[in-house]
C-alpha cells in the first residue's frame, strides 16, 4: 500500500453519463495528480494541484473536471466522454516544494471504460 | 513529445539473470526516476538519481546516469519471477515550481520467468 487510495476501481459508462473519480491520500502530502495511462502510450499527466490550487492543465478536454477540496482529497468528474477515454486514470501525490525529494506516490488506479 | 523512451519494449529473461533496461530523454534535467507498474495497478517508486549524480544503488538494483548522452540504465541482478511488471523512467526537468512533474517514458515490459 502507498497511502493513496481510489476509489472506484473499476467503472464502466455510457457517454451520456455523469461519474467523479475520487482520491485520497493519507501521507500529509500537499500536491496531487491526476495521469491517464492507455494502452501503449506513456502516463499523460492531466492536472496538478499544489496546496489546492490547479497549478497545471494540460490541455485536457473540458468534459475532464478536477476538484480538490483539500490537500488529502482529488476528485475528477467525467460528463458526456468518449470511447477513446477508456484508460486507466492514476492519481499520485507528493511533498512539495521541498528541495530534495520529488517522489510521487501512486493510487492503485480506476480502470474506466467508455461504452 | 515524450521526453524518455525505454529500451527495449520487451524483455524476457529467466529467473536469477540480470535484467537492463535503458532510457533516453530529451531535454536537460533535474533528476530521472525509475518506477515499476505490475498489470493494471498503480506506479511504484523504485529509484531516483539527481542530474549530478552518476550511478546509485538499491538493493538489487543499480541506476547509472549518462547527462552526456541524456541517458540512464536500470539493471536488476539475480532477477525473480516477482520482478515481472513494467519499468518506466521519468523526468523532472527546469524550474519544478510549487509541483514536481513527472514526464514518463513508455516503458519496458520485463517477464521473468521460472
Known amino acids: 500500500e502507498t497511502g493513496v487510495t481510489q476509489t472506484p476501481r473499476h467503472l464502466v459508462m455510457g457517454m451520456t453519463n455523469k461519474k467523479s473519480l475520487k482520491c485520497e491520500q493519507h501521507l500529509g502530502h500537499n500536491a496531487m495528480y491526476w495521469y491517464k495511462q492507455s494502452a501503449k502510450k506513456p502516463l499523460e499527466l492531466m492536472f496538478v494541484?499544489?496546496?489546492?490550487?490547479?497549478?497545471e492543465n494540460n490541455s485536457v478536454p473540458s468534459r475532464f473536471s478536477p476538484e480538490c477540496p483539500n490537500s488529502s482529497h482529488l476528485f475528477l468528474h467525467l460528463h458526456t466522454l468518449q470511447p477513446e477515454d477508456s484508460a486507466l486514470y492514476l492519481c499520485?501525490?507528493?511533498?512539495?516544494?521541498?528541495?530534495?525529494?520529488?517522489?510521487?506516490?501512486f493510487g492503485p488506479g480506476t480502470r474506466l471504460l467508455v461504452l | 513529445s515524450q521526453q524518455g523512451e525505454e529500451d527495449p519494449q520487451a524483455l524476457s529473461i529467466q529467473e536469477g539473470e540480470n535484467a537492463t533496461m535503458n532510457c533516453s530523454y530529451k531535454?536537460?534535467?533535474?533528476?530521472l526516476q525509475w518506477y515499476r507498474q505490475n498489470s493494471g495497478r498503480g506506479l511504484v517508486h523504485l529509484i531516483l538519481?539527481?542530474?549530478?549524480?552518476r550511478e546509485k544503488h538499491s538493493g538489487r538494483l543499480r541506476v547509472t546516469l549518462d547527462t552526456s548522452k541524456k541517458s540512464s540504465s536500470l539493471l536488476i541482478t539475480a532477477s525473480r519471477a516477482a520482478d515481472t511488471a513494467s519499468y518506466f523512467c521519468?523526468?523532472?526537468?527546469?524550474?519544478?515550481?510549487?509541483?514536481?512533474?513527472?514526464?514518463f517514458g513508455t516503458g519496458t515490459r520485463l517477464q521473468v520467468t521460472l
Open positions: 499520485a501525490s507528493s511533498q512539495e516544494p521541498t528541495g530534495l525529494e520529488e517522489t510521487q506516490y
Open positions: 494541484y499544489s496546496l489546492e490550487e490547479r497549478v
Open positions: 521519468a523526468t523532472t526537468q527546469g524550474d519544478t515550481g510549487t509541483a514536481s512533474k513527472l514526464t
Open positions: 531535454t536537460s534535467i533535474n533528476n
Open positions: 538519481i539527481r542530474s549530478n549524480e
